[in-house]
C-alpha cells in the first residue's frame, strides 16, 4: 500500500521586512544624495586648484589653454617654500618631542593613580581639543608676547604644546590601561626601580601608543593655523600661514603660483593622513579596555 507525504504548508512571504526596506530607501536616498553632493563639490575645488597649478592661462574656457610645471619653480623661489618648509619641520617636530615627554608620564599618572577631581581633570584637558583655537588663541598670545616669547619658533612651539599635550596624553592613557599592572608589580620585585619600570619595562609595550600619538600631533601641528598665525613671526612661519599670507599679502601675484602652493600643502598633508592611517588603529584610541582586579 503506497504511502502519500502531505506537502508541507505554503507560507505567505514575510511582506513586514521588505516594507520596512522600502519606507526606509527614500532616507537612504536622501543621505546618499548629500553624500555624493559633498564629494563632488570637494573633488571639483580640488580638481580645479590642481588644473590651474599646471594651466598657463585660463580665462572664460572649460581647461586652460595650455599647461606647464613653471609655476611650482616660481612658486618654490617667490614664497621661499624650502626654508617655510624647513621651519614646519622644524615646528613639528619640536612639538611631538615636547608633547610625549610630557604627556606619556601624564598619562601614566592618570592612568595608574586614583585621586578626587580625576574626572575634573580630564574634563581640563579635553577643553583645548574641543574648544575651537582661536578662543583661547587670542588670549595666549597676549601673554606670549607680553613675556616676549610669541614671534619667534619658542612661542609658535608654546602655542601649539597646549592643545598637542592633553592630545597625547587622552591617547595615551588608553593604551596605558590595557597593560596589567601586575608586570610592573614583577618588574618591582625584581629590584627594578620606578625609571628602570617605565623604561624597560613600559615604554616597549607602549611603542604602538607613542607613535600614533606622535603621528597624530604631527598632522595635527602641520595643520594647525589658528596658534601658529597669532604667535608666529616673519622667520617662524610654517607652510599653512605662509599659504595664507600669499593670498592675503599686497601686490600683484599669479593665481597658478598660489595654487602650485597650495597644492604643495595638500600633499603634505596627504602624504601624513595616509602614514598615520597606515600604522594608526583609530578603533585603539576609543577602546579603554582595564581588567577588573581580582579579589
Known amino acids: 500500500m503506497a ?33 555624493v553632493f559633498f564629494f563632488l563639490n570637494l573633488l571639483g575645488v580640488v580638481a580645479s586648484v590642481l588644473v590651474s597649478s599646471f ?29 617655510v618648509i624647513v621651519v614646519t619641520l622644524e615646528v613639528s617636530v619640536l612639538v611631538v618631542g615636547l608633547s610625549l615627554l610630557i604627556g606619556v608620564p601624564a598619562a601614566y599618572a592618570l592612568a595608574r593613580r586614583s585621586f578626587p577631581g580625576k574626572r575634573l581633570v580630564f574634563l ?16 595666549l598670545a597676549t601673554v ?42 614583577a618588574a618591582r620585585m625584581c629590584g627594578a626601580g620606578l625609571r ?4 624597560r619595562v613600559l615604554t616597549p609595550l607602549l ?43 599686497s601686490g600683484i601675484r599669479a593665481q597658478q603660483s598660489v595654487d602650485a602652493m597650495a597644492v604643495i600643502y595638500t600633499s603634505m598633508m596627504l602624504v601624513l593622513l595616509v602614514v598615520a592611517l597606515r600604522y594608526v588603529n583609530p578603533t585603539q584610541l576609543v577602546a579603554q579596555v582595564k581588567d577588573e582586579p581580582e579579589h
Open 207 to 249: 611603542v604602538p601608543g607613542i607613535l600614533a600619538a606622535a603621528i597624530l600631533v604631527l598632522v595635527r601641528t602641520v595643520g594647525m593655523f589658528e596658534l601658529t598665525f597669532l604667535t608666529a613671526g616673519p622667520d617662524s612661519q610654517t607652510l599653512v600661514v605662509a599659504l595664507y599670507y600669499s593670498m592675503s599679502a
Open 144 to 185: 606670549l608676547y607680553k613675556f616676549g616669547l610669541a614671534g619667534n619658533m619658542s612661542g609658535v612651539v608654546l602655542a601649539n604644546l597646549v592643545p598637542s599635550v592633553p592630545f597625547v596624553i587622552l591617547t595615551m592613557t588608553p593604551f596605558i590601561e590595557q597593560i596589567d599592572p601586575r608586570i610592573e608589580s
Open 55 to 83: 594651466g598657463q592661462s585660463w580665462f572664460d574656457t572649460w581647461l586652460p589653454d595650455g599647461y606647464t610645471t613653471s609655476w611650482y619653480a616660481r612658486a618654490w623661489d617667490e614664497f621661499a617654500l624650502l626654508s
Open 124 to 139: 581640563v584637558f579635553l577643553l583645548p581639543i574641543l574648544m575651537p583655537p582661536i578662543t583661547y588663541g587670542i588670549p
Open 3 to 35: 504511502t502519500t507525504t502531505e506537502a508541507p504548508p505554503i507560507r505567505p512571504p514575510d511582506t513586514t521586512r521588505r516594507r520596512r526596506r522600502i519606507a526606509a530607501r527614500p532616507a537612504a536616498w536622501i543621505v546618499w544624495g548629500v553624500v
Open 196 to 199: 628602570t619600570v617605565f623604561l
